[in-house]
Each structure stands twice: as C-alpha cells, then as structure tokens.
C-alpha cells in the first residue's frame, strides 16, 4: 500500500493531493486563477506560472496537514512534468523534485494527459480497460484508447481548436466572460439551437480528428450581422459542438469495437448538452458511460497523485534531473495531424 502526494501546475489550477493505493483520496486543495486571468479573457502563461509559485507551498502544507500525516509518511511524490505551459509546468516540478530531495522520497514525473486518461479509474474501480477516452478541455480534445497504465492509442486530436476554447472564444465573441463554458451554456438554455445554422466542421468525416476554428469564424459573423440574439447564437454553437464530439466519438468507437466504456474527462464535460448526448450514444452502442466527478474531470492533483500511485506501485520512478515539457505526446507513434500537437 503506498501513499503518493501530487502537485499540479500545467495550466491555470494549482493543487496538491494525497492518495493511496486503496483509492482513498486523503485531502486534495485547489487554487484556481480566474480573477488573474479573467480580464484577459484567457490564460495568460505569465501570471500563472507566478501564481504557481504563490500557490504551492501553502496548498502543499494545507493537503498534508488534513491528512494529518508529514512528508516522511509519503512514498513519493509526483508531480505533472508536460504537457503544458512551460513556466508552470516547471514550478510544480521544481516544487516536487526540492520537497524529494529534502524527504529523500522519490520522485515520479507524470504526463498530465496521462492523469486524465486514468482518472476515471480513481472512482471508479468496476471500470475494466480498454474503454474510450473523449477528453475534452480547455487545452486537450482528444480521443484516447486507454488500454491499461502506458497504453494509449491517440485515435484522434484536434486540427486546431480545443472544444473548451471554442467554448471560450466564443463567450468572448458574445461578451460573456471567462472561462466561457459555463457563461455559453446558461446563454444558450433561453436560445434556439436551431437559430443561427452554423457548420459542423469534419462531420462525417473518415478520420476521427476535430476541428472547431471555422465554427468560432461563423459565429463571428452571426455576432457581426446583428441579426441574432446572444441566447440564440450560444444555443445553436453549443448544439454544433455537441454534433461534432458525437459524431467523432462515435467514429472513433468503429475503431475499437473491443472498447468496455465510452469514459469523457475535461472541463467541457461539465457542460449537461455535451454528457447527455454522449450517454446516449453509449447507451445506443450498449457501452457503460462514465463522467468522474467533476472535479475529477477538471485539472486537478489527485488525478496526478494517482498516476504517480499507479506508477509507484509498478517501480517507476523518475531521476531529479527531470525535464519539464512543454509537449509530450502519450502516443507517440499516433499520426501528425497537420495544425495539431498545438496542445498536446
Ligand atoms: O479541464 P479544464 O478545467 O482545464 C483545462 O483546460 O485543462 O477545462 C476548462 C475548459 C474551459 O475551456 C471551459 O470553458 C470549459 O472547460 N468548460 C465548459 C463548461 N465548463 C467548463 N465548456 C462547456 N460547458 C461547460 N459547462
Ligand atoms: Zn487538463
């Protein structure tokens, strides 16, 4: 039985957890950065990586001292070492490698995408791989293949946008605020989706890749005709997305017809249009369908905490010397999308 404290730092959340081996979360703390960055109107690298080093020692102590443990009792600690913005990704690494070095513990470097991809499996123990991951966020929009800890088949990325920076852009397009998700769907509930027509970018297309920037173009110029309400125009993008992300989940799901669920992670499966049309696509293809928790869903440490566990427990630890990465692919045997890597 081990006990691994995480520390996430790759975007705009700061957090620290504990968790063991038996799934038990001992104490997780988050700090969100959206009063810095909201008068941006997006994440601004900077401000987060110095909000990080603000952030950390207070939630590291905060996390310990619920637990009620210290750090001799750890038995390692992970920390996210990429993807992500560079600065940040840096800061939480440079936390975990000192606090290491000082308990003389391990270190486990861990792939943020990683933590998401096996997040699921944190709260879920009947969770049985391989299943389908549609991880869909602010910084991600992928389809993962999760077939066991380090199997992951990339069967799909976006060629530009993420689906939560649609989401953003275009809250920002409509004056709405940041983060924009939330602000979009609380808009679109008194819209028309059928309003505005608006493209479904590669629907129906072979692969199954994602595409959101011609949609946030289109919705530009509906903003600019005049001629639409805000709810309606939040109603009818918020519906063109959810068609996109079936539409290639579902593609994707041809793929590997030896998949046990259809699993979404990411800050847009908070959004209720996006869960219930995904459930019911699992339900037509007789799949379980699994949403963690939302916080789970969202950045956070105990997904961290948890892979650095999964990895502990199997040996693999990482040196000191450790880069931080701005990119690290999960696959990397997965095809070059042309415009894509941008993220991940
Ligand atoms: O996973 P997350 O917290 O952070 C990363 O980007 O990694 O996801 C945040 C993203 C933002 O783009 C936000 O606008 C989107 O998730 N989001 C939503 C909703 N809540 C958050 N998108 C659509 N509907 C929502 N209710
Ligand atoms: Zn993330």
């Not at 991809?117 to 991600?140: I, K, N, Q």
């Not at 502990?312 to 894509?340: E, H, I, K, Q, Y």
């Amino acid at each position: 039985m081990s006990l691994v404290l995480g520390i996430e730092s790759s975007c705009d959340e700061t957090a620290a957890a504990l968790v063991a081996s038996d799934r038990r979360i001992l104490a997780h703390r988050l700090a969100g950065q959206e009063d810095a960055h909201g008068p941006y109107g997006g994440v601004v690298p900077e401000i987060a990586a110095r909000a990080h080093v603000e952030a950390i020692p207070g939630l590291v102590e905060g996390t310990l001292a619920e637990a009620g443990i210290g750090l001799e009792s750890v038995d390692a600690i992970a920390a996210t070492a990429g993807p992500g913005l560079i600065g940040g990704v840096m800061v939480g690494l440079a936390a975990a490698k000192g606090l290491a070095l000082a308990a003389g513990k391990p270190l486990v470097a861990v792939n943020h995408l990683e933590g998401h991809a096996l997040s699921p499996t944190l709260t879920e123990p009947g969770l049985a791989f391989p299943y389908l991951l549609l991880l869909v966020s602010g910084g991600h929009c992928q389809l993962l293949f999760v077939e066991g800890l380090g199997r992951y088949r990339r069967l799909a990325t976006t060629i530009d946008d993420a689906a939560g920076e649609a989401f953003d852009k275009t809250a920002k397009l409509l004056g709405l605020g940041f983060p924009g998700g939330p602000a979009v769907e609380r808009a679109a509930r008194s819209g028309e989706a059928a309003a505005v027509p608006l493209p479904r970018p590669l629907l129906g297309s072979p692969e199954p890749h994602f595409s959101f920037a011609g949609l946030k173009s289109a919705v530009l110029r509906a903003v600019e005709s005049g001629r639409h309400s805000t709810a309606d125009i939040a109603a009818s993008f918020q519906r063109a997305v959810v068609e996109c992300l079936v539409d290639r989940t579902a593609r994707a799901l041809e793929r590997v017809p030896e998949a046990r669920a259809l699993v979404v992670a990411g800050g847009v499966a908070a959004n209720a249009g996006v869960r219930s049309a995904l459930m019911a696509l699992a339900g037509a293809r007789g799949l379980p369908f699994v949403a963690p928790p939302l916080w789970l869903c969202t950045d956070n440490a105990a997904m961290i905490a948890w892979a650095g566990v999964l990895r502990f427990d199997c040996g693999l630890t990482d040196p000191l010397d450790t880069p931080a990465r701005a990119r690290w692919p999960l696959d990397p045997g997965a095809d070059r999308v042309r415009g894509a890597g941008v993220k991940a």
